[in-house]
């Protein structure tokens, strides 16, 4: 057996990698894969560019604007939420990888067809998120989380999905911004890849990204300031430095989690949604949004907290559950733990 490489030596600055080759590459570092979560990596990279493709056309082709139903949030679906929830079900239901899927535009479990075959591993995701400003050309994204199936049967249960986030074994998330981007973990470092839309291909282009243990950004929705917990006002006014204890941070906020997130990550900051007398478990969803950027940003270097705990280690008891978050940069992080445990 040849000797198998402990890593992969590459020169960044002049290879050229696709994002199939990667997974490759990266596959061959663990003897044991089978190939099946490459499988579904390569397939939501299909879907991502099929989303991308969607996306970009957004303002020509007339999927602007409301599809006029509600889906289990309560929000008003927008067309291209469930072009893109179905793009992601149409692409990965039929490689025989899945026992079962999730999304946030859908009440229950999606099953896998009873005519394909299944696999052992569970994926929630975020279709479209940030998809209320996809009319005015924000960033918007989908977000990725790969769990393994723990139930003994052939379909998920339930059960399935209702999973700490630190046993993820992959996540990820796709940013369709000035470029398209698609940014995941396997928990060996995370890696970023363009789209090269003449060629059509994902190229490595952030290798083993690394958030700063110190950020530069803030992402908070002020708006809500009146309806914080006095901690919670505490440690926004302590990162703005307006209590002189340290350095001031500059807010940069889209509403859009998956462009706020991917700054900070880049550039260093924290993204904080903190629960509010109007959302009193904070706004954003456990299993397919905080979990899978929780998982890359620990695996940056940086950290996630609901203020009290470590988002990885919330164990789940309904599927859209929501939870605050404070994600970002490790010291920043941790400077949101020590001023929100004490409440
Ligand atoms: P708010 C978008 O609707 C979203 O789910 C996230 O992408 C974003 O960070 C957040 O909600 C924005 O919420 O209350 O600040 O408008």
């Keep these: ?15 050229v990698v696709t ?15 089978s190939g099946a979560l490459s499988g ?3 397939d939501l990279a299909l879907a991502a560019k099929m989303i991308a493709n969607k996306v970009r056309s957004a303002g020509l082709a007339d999927v602007l604007g409301s599809a006029g139903e509600e889906n289990v949030q309560g929000e008003v679906q927008q067309k291209l939420d469930l072009i893109a929830n179905e793009t992601i079900v149409k692409a990965l239901d039929h490689g025989g990888r899945l026992c079962g899927m999730a ?47 723990k139930t003994a049967g052939d379909r998920a249960t339930l059960e399935d999905a209702l999973q700490p986030g630190r046993d993820q074994v992959a996540a990820g998330y796709v940013i369709y911004g000035s470029s398209t981007m698609l940014v995941y973990s396997t928990g060996s ?5 363009t789209l090269d839309p003449l060629l059509g291909e994902f190229l490595l282009s952030h290798p083993d990204i690394r958030i700063p243990e110190h950020g530069r950004y803030l992402s908070v929705n002020e708006s809500y300031e009146q309806h914080w917990d006095a901690p919670v006002r505490d440690l926004v006014r302590r990162y703005r430095g307006l209590d002189g204890k340290r350095d001031a941070m500059n807010v940069r906020y889209v509403g859009s989690m998956v462009a ?10 924290v993204f904080a949604y903190p629960a ?67 409440q």
């Design 103 to 149: 999304s946030e535009e859908v009440d229950e479990l999606i099953p896998i067809p009873p005519e394909f075959r299944t696999g052992r591993y569970f994926l929630l995701f975020d279709p479209l998120d940030g998809s209320s400003n996809i009319d005015v050309n924000v960033p918007v994204g989908t977000i990725f989380s790969i769990l393994p199936q």
């Design 260 to 269: 706020d997130f991917h700054r900070n990550l880049l550039g260093g900051g």
């Design 1 to 15: 057996m040849p000797d198998r490489p402990s890593r992969v030596v590459r020169n960044t600055a002049t290879s």
């Design 19 to 33: 994002i199939e080759r990667f997974i490759i590459e990266q596959e061959e570092l663990h003897p044991g894969a």
């Design 189 to 193: 470092g995370v890696h970023g890849f």
């Design 276 to 342: 509010n007398a109007k959302a009193p478990s904070g706004k954003l969803r456990l299993l397919y949004e905080c979990n899978p950027l929780a998982f890359i940003c620990e695996q940056a270097g940086g950290a996630a907290t609901d203020g009290t705990r470590r988002i990885l280690d919330i164990v789940p008891t309904r599927l859209h559950e929501r939870t605050p978050i404070y994600v970002g940069s490790k010291a920043d992080v941790d400077m949101a733990s020590e001023m929100l445990a004490a």
């Design 40 to 42: 579904i990596l390569y």
